[in-house]
């Protein structure tokens, strides 16, 4: 089965690492510095979801800790193989992909509280798909459309995204 993810927003899913003073958090990126969703990251909204539809069936696909293997798979979503190839072949469209949000906290006063400024990088809008291997294809289908967002500050607007099965 697989999958597409289209963000209409900024979105960023962090990597764990900070590019120093420059940036306190850095997108996760492949191998080649294109960004991509874990499949893990995929898998876990995927089962919260599946969790509020089928709580049993959700079960034998992802399993119990402690107690059972799920079936299910998720690959990364990652670009597809033609915009990966030439954006290798073009180097410098790489950097187009991401930016950066500074935000700072604002204090009870209304101005900004000091040593609280913070940069992200953040990925440009863009779609991107991978394949699940799974047994209940009608379950994660349904599972799958209920994501909204994805990644940090959802809440906060980043990260609005459709994920839809392929034909």
């Known amino acids: 089965m697989k999958y597409k993810i289209t963000f209409y927003d900024f979105w960023h899913l962090s990597s764990g690492v900070s590019a120093g003073p420059t940036m306190d958090s850095l997108v996760v990126k492949d191998s080649d510095g294109l960004p991509y969703v874990p499949g893990k990251t995929i898998k876990g909204l995927t089962r919260e979801m599946a ?23 998720f690959s990364n979503a990652t670009l597809d193989d033609a915009t990966s190839a030439y954006i ?28 609280s400024l913070r940069e992200i990088e953040v990925v440009v809008p863009m779609s991107l798909s991978g394949t699940i291997e799974c047994e209940d294809e009608a379950l994660l ?27």
């Not at 969790?51 to 798979?73: H, T, W």
């Not at 349904?142 to 839809?164: S, W």
């Open 88 to 115: 290798a072949e073009n180097p410098t469209l790489k950097k187009h992909l991401f930016d950066k949000i500074s935000s700072t906290k604002i204090g009870k006063d209304g101005i900004a509280e000091d040593k």
């Open 51 to 73: 969790e509020i539809v089928d709580s049993e069936k959700a079960k034998s696909l992802f399993g119990q800790e402690g107690s059972m293997m799920g079936s299910a798979y």
């Open 141 to 167: 289908s349904k599972a799958l459309g209920m994501i909204k967002q994805i990644g940090l500050n959802r809440n906060r607007g980043l990260g609005r995204c459709k994920v839809e099965v392929s034909k």
